[in-house]
């Protein structure tokens, strides 16, 4: 590795880490003030908090090692630039993509992290800190649960089997009511296709009802029926295991068993792919962020507050699109792949364009 090489390195590193410690400062400060009051009214000890506090911030530093890296970058060319070091480089014959492939490597680096922290730690640390936060802290009771893909739900005499819940429409598909009497005796089994929330009741679709007898069970078929449940859609909703809890691999076994049993992926599809393409938002950001800095210490306009107010800028645009991209994926307007990766896309195609236009 160039001297050069490291040297970049070593002082993007120092603001990366200062600027990490400050996000995560400010996150902490922010979240448990607005914590802190449930705590005091359920009377429940500090620690369940600053416990709660202890899953969750590692979940927050990974998603947002991608904007700090940004940040760092550019805040890290503003101050080279206003102490002539950038200019001192190009004179010994350093070129723009010498000066751009020290922080990729970097990016690179932050891409493995996201991409195994969301597979290993992110999943566990999320499940942990909601059951602090609604068992421990808010004494709620757990009836509620996600396994083998399917959403299990408790209720009074009955229990629920979900294969899949649309949250946005009030829908359930692959239903399974378990009625259920003194000493958990099954008397009654209904299953449908589909069940609708209209706001008062639960409209089932292509519905089995079997009633088990002592000695015979009996079984009917509806088209349609209605069931006035005292559950409603926001009850079943903590049951969902949401995409950004699933790693990878859970997420795509999830896909699959959907696809076998013919219901709609489209929406679980676009969060599978961004799984992949988020990691590389660093990648993307330094792509541009760093041609951006060299552009402004050109016209003499860089340094700290340069850097810091065009690196929230431009990480405010990339989430903004990518939040676009992905809400667009989920209607299926977009191919998933595409509504995953079209941001990386642009934002990196902008990069370069930039850099190009920037002389040697």
């Known amino acids: 590795m160039r001297t050069v090489t490291r040297y970049l390195l070593r002082e993007q590193m120092k603001v990366f880490c200062l600027s990490l410690g400050g996000f ?15 705590v005091l ?3 429940v000890p500090l620690y369940l908090e600053g416990l709660y506090l202890l899953y969750v911030l590692p979940v927050y530093v990974i998603q947002s090692l991608p904007f700090v890296l940004l940040l760092s970058a550019m805040v890290t060319l503003g101050i080279m630039g206003r102490r002539r070091e950038i200019m001192a480089m190009k004179v010994h014959g350093l070129g723009n ?4 492939s020290p922080f990729l490597i970097m990016a690179l680096g932050v891409a493995v ?9 992110t999943p566990h640390a999320l499940q942990k800190a909601e059951y602090i936060w609604s068992v421990r802290i808010k004494g709620e009771e757990r009836k509620a649960a996600f396994k083998l893909e399917k959403i299990w739900y408790r209720g009074k005499d009955i229990i629920y089997n979900i294969r899949l819940l649309d949250r946005e429409k009030g829908e359930m598909y692959g239903v ?17 296709h589909r069940a609708k929330w209209n706001g008062r009741k639960w409209v089932l679709s292509e519905v089995t009802v079997r009633n088990f007898r002592k000695s015979r069970s009996e079984i009917e078929t509806f088209p349609q029926l209605s069931l006035s449940l005292p559950e ?21 076994r999830y896909v699959r068993k959907l696809r076998q049993e013919g219901y709609e992926t489209t929406r679980y599809l676009v969060d599978l792919h961004a799984k992949v393409a988020f990691p590389f938002v660093g ?29 929230m800028a431009v990480g405010f645009l990339y989430w903004a699109s990518f939040a676009l991209s992905v809400a667009v994926g989920h209607t299926g307007a977009l191919p998933p792949f595409l509504a995953a990766w079209a941001p990386n896309l642009f934002f990196a195609a902008g990069g370069v364009l930039l850099l190009e236009s920037i002389p040697y």
């Open 24 to 38: 995560a400062t400010v996150f902490l400060v922010v979240e448990a003030f607005e914590r802190t009051s449930t």
């Open 41 to 43: 009214v359920r009377h």
């Open 97 to 100: 993509y010498s000066l751009l």
């Open 113 to 121: 992290t996201v991409f195994f922290g969301n597979e290993v730690l």
């Open 176 to 192: 399974t009511l378990l009625y259920v009497g003194e000493g958990m005796r099954l008397y009654r089994r209904i299953d449908a």
């Open 232 to 252: 409603t859609p926001a009850d079943f909703q903590k049951g969902v295991k949401p995409p950004e809890a699933m790693s990878y691999g859970e997420l795509l």
């Open 283 to 311: 990648f993307v950001l330094v792509l541009l962020g760093v041609p951006l800095a060299l552009w402004s210490n050109r016209r003499r306009e860089g340094g700290v507050a340069i850097g810091i107010v065009l690196s």
